[in-house]
């Protein structure tokens, strides 16, 4: 064989309860290359598991239905797939009935997302798969004049290279991934500066107002990256 083909993208199953927290996770994750599918409960989880064979399962202890230590002991019955815990009490009883039950690693909450991203990529390095830097199978993104390309780190409007700052960058990239959906500032804050961030949301507002700048034709009527009064902001492509 001459031409390998790619590495595809780690499959990670993310198991949270609570609905913002699951969303931050999947976001950071996918912005890392990761196929990421999510579930809220244990009992859809070991569904899922079953269905999808992800390659590391990040599981939360304290899930409605099936909580998270029985989940792990279950799927470790005939499943080697790694288990990162996320372990709310700090108490080292809860880690050692996490690790007891079969998780590889445990990352007590509150965490970094940079932190569960350096376990996440040490757990699939040992478990051999190409983590550190997971392919992405589908670097470009575009919306009407608007093209992004993830990997080359950059953004072109109708064809002409657009000047981003890094964060003006990753707005834009968040936007152009989840177009038609209107987000609160809060989540932006988390999902494009991160949960350790720790400026306030005017810093999402400065940044919608540069970007607009640039990628509308009149920055003072948007009409891509819309305002939602009392919601947020939502692009509309
Ligand atoms: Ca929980």
Same mark, same amino acid.
């Given at each position: 064989? @001459?031409?390998?083909?790619?590495? !595809?993208?780690? #499959? =990670?199953? /993310?198991?949270?309860?609570?609905?913002?927290?699951?969303?931050?996770?999947?976001?950071?994750? #996918?912005?890392?290359?990761?196929? /990421?599918?999510?579930?809220?409960?244990?009992?859809?989880?070991?569904?899922?598991?079953?269905?999808?064979?992800?390659?590391?399962?990040?599981?939360?202890?304290?899930? +409605?239905?099936?909580?998270?230590?029985?989940?792990?002991?279950?799927?470790?019955?005939?499943?080697? @797939?790694?288990? &990162?815990?996320? @372990?709310?009490?700090?108490?080292?009883?809860?880690? /050692?009935?996490?690790?007891? !039950?079969?998780?590889?690693?445990?990352?007590?909450?509150?965490?970094?997302?940079?932190?569960?991203?350096?376990?996440?990529?040490?757990?699939?390095? *040992?478990?051999?798969?190409?983590?550190?830097? +997971?392919?992405?199978?589908?670097?470009?993104?575009?919306?009407?004049?608007?093209?992004?390309?993830?990997?080359?780190?950059?953004? *072109?409007?109708?064809?002409?290279?657009?000047?981003?700052?890094?964060?003006?960058?990753?707005? &834009? &990239?968040?936007?152009?991934?989840?177009?038609?959906?209107?987000?609160?500032?809060?989540?932006?804050?988390?999902?494009?500066?991160?949960?350790?961030?720790?400026?306030?949301? #005017? @810093?999402?507002?400065?940044? /919608?107002?540069?970007?607009?700048?640039?990628?509308?034709?009149?920055?003072?009527? +948007?009409?891509?990256?819309?305002?939602?009064?009392?919601?947020?902001? =939502?692009?509309?492509?």
């Amino acid at each position: 064989m @001459t031409s390998a083909a790619p590495d !595809s993208p780690a #499959r =990670i199953l /993310v198991v949270e309860d609570e609905e913002s927290l699951l969303f931050t996770i999947a976001h950071n994750l #996918r912005r890392e290359g990761y196929e /990421v599918t999510t579930a809220l409960r244990g009992d859809d989880a070991l569904r899922l598991v079953r269905e999808n064979r992800p390659d590391l399962i990040v599981l939360d202890v304290m899930l +409605p239905g099936v909580d998270g230590i029985q989940v792990c002991r279950l799927l470790r019955r005939d499943l080697d @797939t790694p288990i &990162l815990m996320l @372990t709310a009490l700090a108490g080292e009883g809860d880690r /050692v009935a996490g690790l007891d !039950s079969g998780a590889d690693d445990y990352v007590g909450k509150p965490f970094g997302m940079r932190e569960l991203k350096a376990r996440i990529r040490a757990l699939l390095r *040992r478990a051999g798969r190409m983590g550190e830097h +997971p392919a992405k199978d589908n670097p470009t993104l575009a919306a009407g004049n608007i093209e992004l390309d993830r990997n080359r780190h950059e953004a *072109r409007l109708g064809g002409r290279l657009l000047k981003l700052k890094p964060k003006e960058f990753e707005l &834009l &990239l968040f936007f152009l991934e989840h177009p038609g959906k209107v987000f609160r500032r809060e989540q932006i804050l988390d999902a494009v500066w991160g949960e350790d961030y720790s400026g306030g949301l #005017r @810093t999402v507002d400065v940044h /919608v107002r540069w970007l607009r700048q640039k990628v509308e034709e009149d920055a003072g009527a +948007p009409v891509r990256l819309r305002t939602v009064r009392g919601s947020g902001y =939502i692009f509309e492509g």
